[in-house]
């Protein structure tokens, strides 16, 4: 079986970003997963706050590992 996806561009350029990038924002989420998990059991922080800094700076740098941004979409 094969699916084309068609977009016109530029007006659906968001949508064509988001499926054309799914793999990546996908394998970014499992990332985070993984290592929030691993945070969870082997690391302590002081506040929430440290908890949040440190998530969004790994959800930063894996983002920008794997080519994508959240700036695609807006």
């Known amino acids: 079986m094969k699916a084309i996806l068609k977009y016109n561009l530029p007006e659906d350029q968001e ?10 924002l996908f394998l970014t989420l499992w990332d985070m997963d993984q290592l929030m998990r691993d945070y969870q059991k082997h690391h302590a922080f002081e506040s929430p706050d440290d908890v949040i800094d440190t998530m969004r700076e790994h959800l930063r740098d894996i983002m ?6 959240l700036d695609m979409m807006s």
């Open 15 to 24: 949508n064509f970003h988001a499926a054309s990038h799914a793999t990546d």
């Open 64 to 69: 920008h590992e794997r080519g994508v941004s």
